[in-house]
């Protein structure tokens, strides 16, 4: 099913104050699509994901924005409603394993406090279902697994059970923040291959968070690049990793390693984020900075089709290709 | 003490390649919590013995001198010799000690002063009593405290848990023995909801025949059932009073940790999962299991000291008053006596809850 | 807006402080230099058991003391004591606090030793000393010590443990400070707002503590004021509904200890505050 949100603001008030963790972010996820965001650390991708699921802590608000799934306004619904969708037509697969899974229950009961959360069904149904998911996600003695604990477990195999957890009532769209972060390196193309099979054999949706452009690069249809709370590109992987338009975009991709290239850095840092933003939240690492960025806050705008920049450039024309860079 | 190696549910574990075969860990589990049983067992001596031993120091190189003290100033030297020779205090430390240890292994607590009785008869008559009344008050002021706790920890920082912090601070202003006065003039004096704070039983009620020295549990063997309300309608008081001075402290550590629990990535998952609120409190309480149990073990050193207040109050004819009377009347085998049982009891508890907390937590690493 | 919020939540926390520190100096300067209506420590037999009326504000006694005059008295004597206590308690345990941070087989053996010593019921093997070296009242100190010292030296002991991994720290180690000299100059500083709040609880609880032991005559010397041994004097009216012998010395422990908790909770946040 497809989740369109726009507009969506976040606020926390913590001891320093107001912060504004995001400022109208909008995108979409279509039928089978498979969509990444990318952005550093603090840029407002978590919080983003947690706003549309209800999943903000008491000291943060949602001060406006919608996010429609499946017809349904995931911001207005009620928390007794949005609950029902999360978990049986949302699924979630969240970062560290062992720091999400329970450590003190058996994995077989935290799939029956799953399962029972959602639909009616006794035991032992519940046991065949979940062996059967535990097959697919690639374990191969689940019958032990099950009746174990988290912690016997590797951080690959663990993750796996997280995947089978999510996959469980077979959800149309799947969100997982960061799924490989708290691997290992030579386990992270294992499960990446193993959540995108098995999201597209299925032809569901999915939503991944990650710092990591190579995860975008290899496994999403299309990207959404974040940065400071707001949106600042969104386009088809192909055409956004041949020739980004938007100046942090081109400034990240060049961040990437190359083989036979320099290594390029983005000076300065994230602007604080106390008071209600305005202008271009980039102008201060941006090499392009005009006086209508520290006034006008650009709008996410659809320069060709299916590509939407926010940046005040003639974007096509002002911002260099990658390669000539 | 502690041996609990528990993971926070925060913290990023290291995610290892290696498959390791999962489910061997539960036999190996059991046979090392057994161990951990066999190694706090034989804990018990050496505990049994710093006991011993301090409640033979208390008397021995405490300033002042015990004789002194029993006869008063006004005494002369002939009488105070007598009466240290009596305590045995003239002879030297290191045989003192050694014959008092060695009474005491063998059952054998001395006689009072007073009574002529062997301590350990009035400690077997005693001590019953006493853990009736802590282990009700124990249960109550956890049933209470760890609910107004978890609601305080779950609504953090909104208008629940500001009123159970008010509640709190207030309990914790109250000392036991007041608390129990304005609660005996409240359901006694004014509404008259209870009988007079004197004594377990009523004047109408036969006590039972002894048999296992626990009142409610010879009631019931008893089956004096009239007899048994009697005693539970006399127990209100003294064990809410008790309750009392116990909640906050359950309180706040539930508070702490149910609350550190509710921000912390494994609640979160929960919610993702879409399980209730309910089934996400419980998650939050199974994280806050430990923390509590350990508190209990420490709870209750102080419970044994309030309740000697408490059964002093309310006639309730344990060892806390016994011993209180023992220990204003300088009656020295006694309070030695009674200073070993609270201390090898308080003891005796952080050791079973240690294993308890073990047996729970399949994470800790035993041994 | 923001910084509104910001400024008010701060001068929230001095109301509490000020209001909780002025109540105590003024409960103890009136114990020492208000002219009290009725001698604290002369009773007048025939006025037993009276009411609380305009003659008697708190009313008086079975023996005809007056409740208000040694109510207040009584803060002369527990409050010193009990601060007294809390002090030395202080001294004694941030001292060997410190010492614990050091590694080494010294500190381990004080820990555990400090573990089985607290698992001991505190309050009956205080009031067991106090009665055997002849009911004096340096010994109510004594007993004080042994159940709050613990406590500070485990604090001190965490926080101290804490700091320790600090930069600073270090680098005074490595350019050559003497043991001593990283203790007292270096962790002492940064430990000193935390004992000051705990400083304040453990006044509050000594004060418990001073009111148990003369609740149960120990301690105390009669005719002497004491809120414990106030209370212990009306426990006998309670069955009989004269509630005010034992209710108004009990309310002045009761205000205490919460004026001591306020301060100790706007020390912590203003300490906190301040280092951050």
């Known amino acids: 099913m497809s989740l369109h949100v726009r507009d969506i603001e976040t606020r926390f008030r913590t001891t320093a104050g107001e912060v504004h963790a995001v400022n109208g972010v909008s995108f979409d996820v279509g039928d089978g699509e498979l969509v990444g965001i990318v952005g550093e650390s603090g840029s407002g991708k978590s919080v983003t994901i947690n706003s549309i699921l209800g999943l903000i802590r008491t000291s943060g608000t949602i001060t406006s924005g919608t996010a429609t799934f499946g017809g349904r306004d995931l911001i207005a619904m009620r928390s007794r409603d949005l609950r029902k969708i999360r978990g049986a037509e949302i699924g979630f697969i969240a970062q560290n394993p062992f720091g999400a899974l329970n450590p003190v229950l058996r994995l077989s009961r935290q799939f029956e406090n799953v399962v029972r959360a959602h639909r009616r069904l006794d035991r032992k149904e519940i046991r065949r279902q979940a062996l059967a998911m535990l097959g697919h996600v690639g374990i191969h003695q689940p019958e032990r697994v099950l009746d174990g604990y988290a912690h016997e477990l590797s951080g690959g195999m663990a993750q796996r059970v997280v995947i089978a957890l999510a996959l469980m009532l077979d959800p149309t769209l799947v969100v997982a923040d960061e799924p490989t972060t708290a691997l290992d390196v030579t386990v992270q193309k294992q499960i990446l291959d193993l959540i995108s099979t098995l999201v597209r054999e299925r032809e569901r949706s999915m939503l991944i968070i990650t710092h990591d452009l190579g995860v975008v690069a290899n496994y999403c249809d299309r990207v959404v690049v974040m940065y400071c709370g707001r949106v600042m590109e969104d386009g088809p992987v192909r055409e956004v990793f041949r020739r980004p338009y938007h100046p942090y975009a081109l400034a990240l991709l060049r961040s990437v390693p190359r083989a036979g290239q320099a290594l390029q850095t983005l000076g300065g840092r994230l602007p604080k984020l106390n008071a209600q933003p305005v202008g271009c939240l980039f102008r201060d690492r941006c090499p392009y900075r005009m006086d209508v960025c520290d006034r006008v806050t650009p709008p996410l705008r659809e320069v060709s089709p299916g590509r939407k920049v926010s940046c005040h450039l003639d974007v096509e024309q002002e911002v260099p290709t990658l390669v000539a860079g | 003490m502690s041996t609990t190696n528990t993971e926070a549910g925060d913290a990023p574990s290291p995610a290892s390649t290696e498959l390791m075969a999962p489910a061997v860990g539960a036999p190996r589990r059991r046979r090392a919590f057994w161990g951990l049983v066999a190694k706090r067992l034989a804990f018990i001596p050496l505990a049994l013995f710093a006991v011993i031993t301090i409640s033979f120091l208390l008397v021995s190189i405490m300033p002042g001198d015990p004789a002194l003290a029993i006869l008063g100033s006004t005494a002369n030297e002939q009488e105070v010799a007598t009466v240290r020779s009596q305590l045995g205090l003239d002879r030297p430390l290191a045989e003192r000690y050694v014959t008092y240890v060695g009474g005491v292994l063998q059952g054998d607590f001395g006689r009072s002063f007073f009574t002529g009785q062997p301590i350990r008869d009035e400690i077997v008559k005693y001590l019953p009593a006493s853990i009736e009344l802590v282990v009700m008050a124990i249960l109550l002021a956890a049933l209470v405290g760890i609910s107004i706790g978890t609601l305080a920890g779950y609504c953090r920082g909104r208008a629940p848990d500001k009123a159970v912090r008010v509640v709190i601070a207030g309990l914790e202003a109250i000392p036991g023995f007041l608390a129990g006065l304005l609660l005996i003039f409240a359901f006694f004096y004014l509404w008259r909801l209870v009988p007079s704070p004197t004594g377990r039983l009523g004047i109408v009620n036969i006590y039972p025949p002894t048999v296992t020295h626990f009142l409610l549990i010879d009631l019931i063997l008893a089956g004096d059932w009239n007899g048994l309300r009697s005693t539970l309608h006399r127990s209100m008081l003294p064990v809410l009073t008790l309750a009392l001075a116990a909640i906050p402290l359950f309180a706040k550590i539930t508070r702490t940790t149910v609350g550190g629990a509710m921000g912390s990535k494994q609640i979160q998952y929960a919610r993702a999962c879409g399980l209730s609120e309910w089934r996400v409190v419980q998650y939050a309480l199974l994280q806050a299991r430990t923390p509590i149990l350990t508190y209990t073990a420490m709870l209750f050193g102080a419970m044994v000291g309030g309740s000697a207040i408490i059964e002093t109050i309310f006639s309730w004819q344990g060892l806390g008053q016994w011993g209180l009377k023992a220990i204003v009347a300088l009656d020295i085998p006694a309070i030695q006596g009674f200073v070993i049982v609270t201390g090898f009891c308080t003891m005796l508890v952080y050791l079973v809850l240690d294993l308890v907390v073990a047996a729970l937590d399949p994470r800790i690493q035993h041994g | ?276």
């Open chain 3, 1 to 276: 807006m923001a910084s509104l919020l910001l400024s008010a939540a701060p001068m929230r926390r001095h109301v509490g402080l000020v209001a909780g520190a002025l109540f105590l100096a003024a409960l103890l300067l009136a114990s020492w230099f208000l002219p009290l209506p009725y001698d604290p420590i002369r009773p007048d037999a025939t006025a037993t058991l009276q009411p609380p009326s305009a003659q008697h504000w708190f009313g008086t006694d079975s023996v005809g003391f007056d409740v208000f005059s040694r109510t207040i008295a009584a803060a002369g004597r527990d409050l010193p004591i009990a601060f007294g206590g809390a002090l030395a308690a202080a001294l004694i345990g941030v001292f060997l606090g410190l010492l614990a941070t050091t590694k080494g087989r010294g500190s381990a053996l004080l820990m555990r030793s400090l573990d089985a010593f607290q698992a001991f019921p505190l309050l009956v093997l205080a009031i067991a000393i106090v009665t055997l070296t002849g009911n004096r009242l340096e010994m109510v100190m004594f007993a004080i010590i042994i159940i709050e010292a613990p406590r500070f030296l485990r604090l001190v002991r965490a926080e101290g443990l804490a700091i320790r991994e600090a930069r600073f720290i270090e680098a005074a180690e490595v350019i050559g400070a003497k043991p001593l000299r990283v203790l007292l100059v270096h962790l002492l500083p940064n430990v000193s707002g935390v004992i000051a709040v705990q400083l304040s609880i453990a006044t509050a609880s000594s004060l418990m503590v001073v009111a148990a032991l003369s609740f149960l005559g120990i301690g105390v010397s009669p005719p002497d004021p004491s809120w414990g041994a106030m209370i212990q004097a009306g426990a006998r009216q309670m069955t009989g509904g004269q509630w005010w012998v034992a209710l108004f010395p009990g309310l002045a422990i009761f205000l205490v200890v919460v004026c001591l908790n306020l301060v100790a909770d706007a020390l912590d946040v203003i300490l906190e505050r301040s280092s951050r």
